[in-house]
């Protein structure tokens, strides 16, 4: 889906408001390498090519750039080069995802930026909701108490984790994982984006802490 032409300064500024420190410099050194990109006359504008440059200076490389926390980095390389009338990507265009279904028809960057990280939520919301299901499939009940002073519990029925399943486990929080996507745990146990989106509600890493000591 092509993005409208649009003034490139101003829709970096516009994807800076209202972001964490750390996105604003990733998205302001992608928007220099895009400059770089166009003074020397190059009109490869891909998420592999960015994304190497970008890498090598110290900000998101490709797998980062095209992952759910990349959506406002790809919509900044579009946009500069939807205005430049570079290439944005290489080789046979990917088939069409659900997002890009959705957004058929809106030309607005910063309007399409916004409705996509939704349909990201939404994508992690049902996440969650498969590895509820799971759970469900094991035969074991979470009982949590409202109250402070009643002791959350869980009783299991024969259920008892492999060594893989626990490195899984340990591995969905660990610090690695969290700096590959720009996450970061609050004390209230939420996994968040660096924007502060939820990407798994309160509790998510406590409960993965307790289950794996």
Same mark, same amino acid.
Not at 78 to 107: D, F, H, M, Q, T
Not at 145 to 173: C, F, H, Y
């Given at each position: 889906?092509?993005?409208?032409?649009?003034?490139?300064?101003?829709?970096?500024?516009?994807?800076?408001?209202?972001?964490?420190?750390?996105?604003?410099?990733?998205?302001?050194?992608?928007?220099?390498?895009?400059?770089?990109?166009?003074?020397?006359?190059?009109?490869?504008?891909?998420? *592999?090519?960015?994304? /190497?440059? %970008?890498?090598?200076?110290? $900000?998101?490389?490709?797998? &980062?750039?095209?992952? =759910?926390?990349?959506?406002?980095?790809?919509?900044?390389?579009?946009?500069?080069?939807?205005?430049?009338?570079?290439?944005?990507?290489?080789?046979?265009?990917?088939?069409?995802?659900?997002?890009?279904?959705?957004?058929?028809?809106?030309?607005?960057?910063?309007?399409?930026?916004?409705?996509?990280?939704?349909?990201?939520?939404?994508?992690?919301?049902?996440?969650?909701?498969?590895?509820?299901?799971?759970?469900?499939?094991?035969?074991?009940?979470?009982?949590?108490?409202? *109250?402070?002073?009643? /002791?959350? %519990?869980?009783?299991?029925? $024969?259920?008892?984790?492999? &060594?893989?399943?626990? =490195?899984?486990?340990?591995?969905?929080?660990?610090?690695?994982?969290?700096?590959?996507?720009?996450?970061?745990?609050?004390?209230?146990?939420?996994?968040?984006?660096?924007?502060?989106?939820?990407?798994?509600?309160?509790?998510?890493?406590?409960?993965?802490?307790?289950?794996?000591?």
């Amino acid at each position: 889906m092509a993005v409208t032409k649009t003034e490139p300064t101003k829709f970096l500024e516009g994807l800076c408001r209202n972001v964490h420190a750390r996105t604003e410099a990733s998205l302001r050194l992608i928007f220099a390498i895009c400059q770089e990109q166009e003074d020397r006359g190059s009109t490869d504008y891909s998420v *592999a090519t960015i994304g /190497r440059l %970008s890498s090598d200076r110290g $900000g998101p490389g490709a797998p &980062a750039i095209r992952n =759910k926390t990349g959506e406002k980095y790809r919509a900044l390389i579009a946009a500069y080069a939807e205005n430049a009338g570079g290439r944005k990507k290489k080789g046979s265009p990917a088939k069409a995802s659900a997002a890009e279904g959705v957004l058929e028809g809106i030309s607005d960057p910063v309007l399409r930026t916004r409705i996509n990280l939704l349909v990201a939520d939404l994508e992690s919301t049902r996440a969650q909701l498969l590895a509820a299901r799971h759970i469900a499939a094991q035969n074991a009940v979470l009982v949590l108490g409202d *109250a402070p002073q009643e /002791r959350p %519990s869980v009783v299991a029925s $024969g259920v008892e984790l492999t &060594a893989q399943e626990k =490195k899984a486990l340990a591995t969905a929080i660990s610090d690695k994982t969290m700096d590959h996507w720009a996450w970061t745990i609050d004390k209230l146990g939420r996994v968040l984006t660096d924007s502060g989106q939820v990407v798994f509600p309160a509790g998510f890493a406590s409960a993965i802490r307790k289950i794996l000591a």
